[in-house]
C-alpha cells in the first residue's frame, strides 16, 4: 500500500513511521523543520509525496485542514482515499467532503480519541465519510482502531468536538482550582477532593448534576460570585468561575 502522509508532527510521525514498519511505502511531506520519521521517504513538495497514493492521510491543525488538501489538489488521483485527521468543525469536514466528492475521491473524517504518543496507530478513532469503511478495512488489520460511525463527513469530528466542551474546559477548571488552592495553601487537599469527586462520575451523577443547574441557578450563582471575587482576593484570574456564573445567570431569578 503507498500512502503518503501530509503533517509530520508529533501524531503524523508516530503513525508514519508505525505504518512504514508494518510494510506500507509512506511518502511524508511536512512544510516546517521536523524530523523524518524512520522508513518514511520525505519529499520537499506535496505533488511529489501524494503522486499515486492510495490513501492520504492529512494529520495537521485544524486551522490547516484545507491548506492541507488543497496544496496537492490537482495531483491526487481519482479513486483513491483522502483521510482528514485534523481536529476541525464539522462544517468543514462537510465541505472537505464535497470537495473530494467532485473529483472522484472517497473522504473519510476521522476523529483521533486519544492522545497519539504512547499508541501510534492503535490510537482508538472514530470514522465517518464515503471513505471510512474502506479506511478502516485498510487500516485496521494493521492495528489501528478505526470505529466506523456513518457516511455523513463531520459525524466524527462532530462527536469529538463534542466531548471537547468537558475535556477541555475541565482542563482550564483544574488548572483555574490548583492554581487558587496553591494560593491558599490547600493544594494538596483541593486536588485529592477532586480526584474523589471526579472518579465518583457516572451516567446518573452526570444527569443529576445537569438536570440540577436551574432549579438551583440563584443559589449557584451567588457561589459562583464568591467565587470570583475570593480567586482575585487570592491573585488569581477568575476566568472559568466568571464563566460559570455567566452560564448560571440566565437561569437565575433576578
Do not use: C
Request: hydrophobic share 45%; net charge negative.
Amino acid at each position: 500500500m503507498r500512502v503518503a502522509v501530509f503533517g509530520l508532527g508529533e501524531a503524523g510521525s508516530l503513525i508514519a513511521k508505525e505504518l512504514a514498519a508494518s510494510g506500507a511505502e509512506v511518502h511524508g511531506y511536512d512544510p516546517a523543520d521536523v524530523a523524518t520519521p524512520e522508513g518514511v521517504r520525505r519529499h520537499r513538495h506535496p505533488t511529489a509525496a501524494i503522486e499515486e497514493v492510495e490513501l492520504t492521510l492529512a494529520i495537521t491543525a485544524g486551522a490547516d485542514a484545507r491548506q492541507a488538501m488543497d496544496q496537492a489538489w490537482e495531483d491526487v488521483t481519482p479513486g483513491s482515499l483522502y483521510a482528514d485527521l485534523a481536529t476541525a468543525s464539522p462544517t468543514l469536514e462537510a465541505e472537505l467532503a464535497a470537495k473530494a466528492r467532485e473529483r472522484g475521491i472517497e473522504f473519510a473524517d476521522v476523529a483521533l480519541m486519544a492522545p497519539v504518543p504512547g499508541r501510534g496507530l492503535q490510537t482508538p478513532a472514530l470514522a465517518s465519510g464515503s471513505g471510512a469503511e474502506r479506511l478502516a478495512t485498510l487500516l485496521n488489520p494493521l492495528g489501528a482502531m478505526i470505529t466506523v460511525i456513518g457516511e455523513a463527513a463531520g459525524a466524527a469530528s462532530g462527536r469529538k468536538l463534542l466531548r471537547s466542551v468537558v475535556t477541555k474546559g475541565l482542563a482550564a477548571l483544574l488548572v483555574e482550582a490548583s492554581e487558587a488552592a496553591d494560593a491558599h495553601g490547600d493544594g494538596e487537599w483541593v486536588r485529592d477532593h477532586l480526584s474523589g469527586f471526579l472518579t465518583s462520575l457516572d451516567l446518573a451523577m452526570i444527569d443529576r448534576l445537569a438536570s440540577s443547574m436551574s432549579r438551583h441557578a440563584n443559589r449557584r450563582l451567588d457561589e459562583m460570585e464568591a467565587v470570583a471575587t475570593f480567586l482575585t482576593d487570592l491573585g488569581v484570574e477568575p476566568h472559568m468561575a466568571r464563566a460559570t456564573a455567566e452560564r448560571l445567570r440566565p437561569f437565575a431569578d433576578i
